[in-house]
Structures are given as structure tokens and as C-alpha cells.
């Protein structure tokens, strides 16, 4: 096998388990905080401890890994003013988003939007946690390329992969997931039937404050308690 096929062989496996420990982290079957030991991860993944290194890099980056010297890997660990600044983020780069979508996306973008959002409330009815993070993650997939904006798509996509980590405080408080599934259907409305830039900048403004107060109403009670 040649070099250039063996890199092109790696390059997917090494996505892959990106992906899966991405997931893994955002489900918090790794908590925060905890370490993510070499060994225990190529014997997880079946694959080397190259690809586990290259992998973990990847996640350094996007800020769900943190390098401790002398540890090693670990789960990051957000403080509130660290969730403070990425909901900030989040709730301005998601504004732009939905009113971009509004104007730009193809009306097979919007039903597809449509039909995203009908997978999340089969999703929450399952009451099954990898299926509702799965279908948020596609309902944001066909918003972020609706917008034609490359660059709104790939920063959204890695504050969204901290937040995420948030995501279980955020649905712990009372009534928050009926809440959720109201706010994205304005969203979906506004966005991709009434193709109204403006409502669609609010409705998306709406939710991720809404998510931020849940969430970080959430880590108080926790380090008051």
C-alpha cells in the first residue's frame, strides 16, 4: 500500500473516533474533569494510540479536551463564566444563522428543516438521549449550510460542541424540553415556511438565551450546593 493510501485510510478512522469521543463527551459518558487514559481509549475504539493521540489533538482544539502537564488528557471543564462567553457567542452567531437561512437557504434546505424538526419531537417522545442529541445535531446541520455562510457554519460548530456539554443542566430545569421544542418550532416557522429574516434572527436569539439561563441557573445551584 502506498503512503498517500495508507494517510487516506487513516484520515477517516481518525474522524471517526473524533466523532465517537466527541459524542461520548457531550453525552458526558466521560465527566468533566475526568481522564482520558491512552490505553483505555485504543482498547474503547480498537485503533491505535496514534489515532487516539490525533484525535484527542483534534478535541483539544475545539476546547472539549484540556492537555494537563504531568496528567495528560482530561474531559474540559467550563466554568460559568466559560458558559457565559460561549452562550454570548452562540446566541449572536445564531441570530445571524437564522436570518440568514430566511434569505439564502433552497426550498429543499427548508423542507428539510421542516423535517428535522419533526425528528426531535419523535426523538424527545423516545425519551432516548443519543437519539435526541443525534436529531439536534441534524436540525442544526441543514440550518448552518442554509445559510450559505461557510465560516457562521464552521464557528457554530464548535461553540455548539461546548455548549453541548452543558446541554444536560440546561434540559434539567422544570418544563425546559417542552420549552426547547416551542422555541425551534419558531425557528422552523419563521425560517423555513414564512421566510422571515428578521423573526427568524429573534426566535433563534430567544432560544439560546433561554437555553443559557436554564443551563446556567443550573451550575449555580451546583456550586452553591
Known amino acids: 500500500m502506498s503512503i498517500d493510501a495508507i494517510r487516506r485510510t487513516a484520515a477517516p478512522l481518525r474522524t471517526e473516533v473524533v466523532n465517537a469521543l466527541r459524542r461520548a463527551i457531550v453525552a458526558q459518558e466521560f465527566a468533566p474533569g475526568e481522564r482520558l487514559v491512552e490505553t483505555v481509549m485504543c482498547e474503547k475504539y480498537s485503533v491505535s494510540r496514534t489515532v487516539v493521540r490525533e484525535a484527542l489533538r483534534q478535541l483539544e482544539s475545539e476546547g472539549l479536551v484540556t492537555m494537563v502537564p504531568n496528567r495528560g488528557p482530561e474531559v474540559a471543564t467550563l466554568s460559568i463564566h466559560d458558559a457565559e462567553s460561549l452562550y454570548e457567542v452562540r446566541r449572536a452567531l445564531e441570530s445571524l444563522a437564522g436570518s440568514l437561512f430566511a434569505q439564502r437557504a433552497t426550498d429543499a434546505q427548508c423542507t428539510a428543516l421542516v423535517a428535522r424538526l419533526g425528528e426531535i419531537k419523535a426523538a424527545v417522545v423516545s425519551a432516548d438521549a443519543e437519539k435526541r442529541l443525534a436529531a439536534k445535531d441534524g436540525y442544526y446541520d441543514v440550518l448552518f449550510a442554509g445559510t450559505g455562510n461557510s465560516e457562521i457554519a464552521r464557528m457554530l460548530r464548535s461553540v455548539h ?5 452543558l446541554r444536560n443542566l440546561s434540559l434539567a430545569a422544570p418544563g425546559r424540553e417542552a420549552m426547547t421544542i416551542a422555541e425551534l418550532t419558531r425557528i422552523t416557522a ?21 437555553a443559557a439561563e436554564a443551563a446556567l441557573g443550573e451550575m449555580r445551584k451546583l456550586n452553591a450546593g
Open 161 to 165: 460542541a461546548r455548549t453541548q456539554m
Open 190 to 210: 419563521a425560517a423555513a415556511v414564512t421566510r422571515d429574516p428578521q423573526e427568524a434572527s429573534a426566535a433563534c436569539e430567544e432560544h439560546v438565551r433561554n
